[in-house]
């Protein structure tokens, strides 16, 4: 068994739909301990993808064993494509095909697209069973795997069908990374920068300073920014858990163009954090148009993402396209797209649907090759 790394332990303070997010190098090699106050005695269905059953399913199921009455394993397709009411479907037929019952669990064992369709089948099945997030993938570490948020594409729009449903324990192993491709890593850390644009501007200037460190993923370092990530998302979560008030809303910054670039793109050309990644400078463009971010705060950003080697535009794609898609995001009002823009690095706003059309479509061109 590989040395535990320092743990850090998050609790995400939501009543009685509270849990804890537990992050430490090489935790899967604990996993029967970490996992065993939601796991013990249940039968358990482990959802993965085609990519991840290769690296990690045989340890998780193995750990599982140690703790669960039963654990059986389903994979689907790797792939945005994959998230989808059919898969949701077919893991319906595994659950029973595993004889879940309401005392059962789900394990989410993979990226954001695993969590998110392991979570809505968790969140249905039976009316609703427990779950465990364990995300192997960094966008998945400091973003989806944390909040509940559960949820399926159609071919209308991305996340359009989906519901809240609380994991019952995050499991994070930082170590995961080292298997991660280039651009899934690039993309994850589309969503570190987020944080710091939306909630603290110490951590952004943490991340400037360590840019280096980030990109050779020195691993005590990157398991302090997974961390630091889920404390921000938690407290916004625990704010507003369902999505109410408007504060969670700040978690989108960057989205509603991303959203709209990925479905103008097809779901398959760019991954979600690379346009998450140029989302956040559209935004940033038009809140210099608005007159809400002074210049030098855009170029931080720009530079930041850069230094990270995280895409800053789009090409072979009409910037029409994506303006039109914005219309169908989830988070449309009346038809109309809202906007995070951020006024300071550390601070955004949740602006109303009056923005021209003229200002949007400039701020898609500045960042369409």
Do not use: W
Not at 140 to 168: C, R, W, Y
């Amino acid at each position: 068994m590989s040395e535990l790394g320092h743990l850090r332990k998050i609790g995400v303070a939501l009543g009685n739909r509270s849990y804890d997010i537990l992050i430490a190098a090489n935790l899967l090699d604990d996993l029967p301990a970490k996992a065993e106050n939601a796991a013990k005695g249940k039968r358990a269905l482990v959802v993965t993808d085609s990519n991840v059953e290769n690296l990690y399913a045989e340890k998780v199921v193995a750990g599982l064993k140690k703790v669960c009455s039963a654990v059986s394993l389903a994979a689907f397709p790797a792939g945005e494509e994959s998230k989808n009411i059919g898969t949701v479907e077919k893991l319906y037929g595994e659950a029973v095909k595993a004889k879940l019952d309401r005392s059962s669990i789900v394990v989410a064992l993979g990226g954001g697209v695993v969590g998110d369709v392991a979570g809505f089948v968790a969140a249905t099945f039976m009316r609703g069973i427990p779950f465990i997030q364990i995300p192997t993938t960094l966008l998945a570490m400091v973003d989806s795997s944390v909040g509940g948020k559960t949820g399926v594409d159609i071919p209308e729009g991305k996340n359009l069908v989906g519901a809240f449903h609380q994991p019952s324990i995050v499991i994070i192993d930082p170590t995961t990374l080292s298997t991660l491709p280039e651009r899934e890593i690039r993309g994850g850390l589309a969503e570190v920068v987020k944080y710091g644009m939306i909630l603290d501007g110490g951590f952004f200037k943490l991340l400037e300073d360590n840019a280096a460190k980030i990109n050779s993923l020195d691993m005590e370092f990157m398991t302090d920014v997974i961390a630091r990530c889920c404390e921000l998302k938690a407290g916004v979560v625990a704010e507003d858990e369902l999505d109410l008030s408007g504060r969670r809303a700040i978690l989108n910054y960057g989205h509603t163009f991303a959203h709209a670039i990925e479905a103008a793109t097809g779901y398959s050309e760019i991954t979600h954090g690379e346009a998450v990644g140029i989302g956040m400078c559209m935004a940033a463009s038009l809140a210099v148009a608005d007159g809400r971010l002074d210049d030098a705060a855009e170029l931080r950003q720009e530079n930041l993402l850069r230094a990270l080697h995280i895409p800053c535009e789009v090409s072979d794609v009409a910037p029409s396209k994506i303006y039109s898609a914005m219309s169908r995001d989830k988070k449309a009002v009346a038809g109309e797209a809202r906007f995070v823009l951020p006024e300071t690095i550390g601070e955004v706003v949740l602006t109303d649907s009056n923005m021209e059309k003229s200002m949007v479509m400039d701020a898609i061109r500045s960042c369409c090759g």
